[in-house]
DNA sequence: CATAGGCTGGAGAGCGCATACCGCAAGGAG
DNA sequence: CTCCTTGCGGTATGCGCTCTCCAGCCTATG
């Protein structure tokens, strides 16, 4: 393994030089033949500089941390795609941490990354509200902004931090209003947990619109944020008369409720309408369509990396756009 | 920012006594008052070590890297998420490069890792096996062994790492051995693109079943592994008279084909039988139910972790284990 | 022709930590 | 009671690099 000092020896010149020609330095050149000779010696030797070193040096990484709940979810992959191909343009090395919904793991995860003094976090996914260890991650949270970390998180503004928000008040009414106009008149709403301000976003946002749309909305129970629950929660709406729609608040949900009316030998739109939110890739191959309200999740975590890596001023909050997906489960309004 | 040196000083004790009590030292102890002082120390500093410094002066990082074609593709991040999960019972922070599939790029980011000298490398997703980028990526590769990062492979042996090994021969041969066990004989193959190693292992072995089991098997033209082109290879297939089943190499094929069907008004499975291979998510909602074989990706992911970072002479290789899943989508046999 | 000022190369001081080595004290064996 | 061993704390070196400071040269200017 070869060192900086390596090269300069071999290339005749100092350590400073060597630095200057192969790293750059602010304000300083190299004349062009030494800087020549230089980089052949670097590429006779196969030089790699070594990452922890120039950190040191430096006194800053180059990489950036992306903390998400479960990286095997598409919603957080996408999120990790984007944040990746926006990284690598920054040329930010990108770490991953897949710490699930509680806040104490993250609490751990957090120190380790202190440790790794990272130029830039980016947290996708939210806590629920109602978590005990929330105060910990906060304090962890500023502690590593107090040390210079960029912060930016993706739906959860409520954190304080520089935040990509998801568009789930403007989706959901758009959702609402657009079903309305198909004719729909009543509706339930599978909401997902009430302690995960995103499902409880959407989930008021589209109350609201319905009502000031002259529409009727069933209360729901709160439950998990997947397909079991949704199918659960499906399972349960099914003793009284069916609404002419039932929206749940992300597709999960949608797809658990989906299975449960399908078992019950129920046709979509035909017997209820259906809509879900997110239009994540899971909606791709099922039939009928699901109306779902579109995010560009892989446009977040770009955008979350441009918050927190980008040198112009950003603004601290940056509201996702979002487009409404009509589909087959909603039917055209005839009934 | 507290420096251990502010934390040895603290408690009245040397640096080297500081760095014994907080990371321990092999063959050392700290008489328990004084690691007590020091522990006490650290914790009203609010100490974090320096993971660069300490990568630099123990001359090793505790850093894995992960290398992708996609982590938005779920089978990349379903592998990322068993990664991740193994990546920090070793105590490791778990780099992430989502590269696509050419050879070049992957070059490239191999570079910047080297510069990191990650402790082990994990590459999943394999590269066409004619990429003219190829000798170089391996070259790279080797390298980077040579200087004493571990490297495993998910699905793609062929580059000569310890390597986790698809059950892409064994599962085809089961699933071929189902299908004509249950009474299907003729076969169509959406091979994927033929440069691909897993693609055309699948193909390959599921043809080699079906025709020593008495089926046939009709020839098939390469294409991408997407829905899409699972979507134009059924298009092809339907100029021809069909066969009882179509397989697909993998399950994003065979939606495209289910989709191609559907719009031809065809019905699955009694106009023609239809399988997949990977069993991933995105069939979970699909009606109906489609046939696949299972591959636990996270467990591979996981397994790969260990091949690289276990203490104990792991073997070179590792087969993945699979499961079949037949499901509606290949009907009963009473075709 | 003298001198200021820009350019560029080199020397050297750290960055924060682990660890080899040294020294001292206490305890056991002879 | 002495000598050797063992246990443990401290000192100091160096990991590989960046960057500040200084010195030399060359050019421009009065």
Do not use: K
Request: proline fraction near 4%; hydrophobic fraction near 45%; glycine fraction near 10%.
């Amino acid at each position: 393994m070869s060192t900086l000092s390596d090269v300069a020896q071999r290339a005749g010149v100092s350590l400073a030089t060597a630095s200057r020609a192969l790293n750059g330095s602010p304000g300083r050149t190299v004349r062009p033949e030494l800087q020549a000779r230089v980089e052949q010696a670097a590429r006779e030797l196969d030089y790699q500089p070594h990452a922890a070193a120039q950190t040191m040096a430096r006194g800053r990484s180059n990489s950036l941390s992306l903390l998400v709940n479960d990286i095997g979810d598409p919603y957080f992959a996408s999120i990790a795609s984007g944040v990746a191909s926006a990284a690598s343009r920054f040329g930010c090395i990108v770490t991953l941490s897949s710490t699930g919904v509680d806040a104490t793991p993250r609490v751990a995860v957090l120190n380790m990354l202190a440790a790794q003094r990272i130029r830039a976090l980016i947290i996708a996914g939210g806590v629920a509200t109602d978590d005990p260890g929330l105060p910990q991650l906060s304090a962890a949270l500023r502690r590593l902004a107090d040390r210079g970390t960029r912060v930016a998180t993706i739906g959860a503004e409520q954190l304080g931090f520089a935040s990509v928000v998801l568009p789930n008040t403007s989706g959901a009414e758009a959702l609402a209003t657009a079903l309305l106009d198909l004719g729909h008149r009543s509706f339930s709403i599978i909401a997902g947990p009430d302690n995960r301000t995103s499902s409880s976003q959407r989930a008021s946002a589209f109350a609201d619109a319905v009502r000031s749309g002259g529409g009727t909305v069933a209360a729901n129970q709160p439950s998990g944020f997947d397909r079991a629950a949704g199918y659960q929660a499906m399972d349960r709406l099914l003793t009284d008369p069916l609404p002419d729609v039932v929206f749940a608040t992300n597709d999960l949900l949608a797809l658990g409720a989906l299975r449960r009316l399908r078992e019950a030998g129920l046709r979509v739109p035909q017997d209820v309408a259906l809509a879900g939110f997110g239009d994540s890739d899971a909606l791709l191959d099922v039939e009928p369509g699901i109306t779902s309200v579109l995010m560009d999740t892989e446009e977040a975590g770009r955008l979350a990396v441009e918050m927190t890596l980008g040198d112009n001023a950003q603004p601290r909050t940056e509201v996702l756009g979002f487009e409404l997906r009509l589909r087959a489960s909603t039917g055209r309004g005839q009934r």
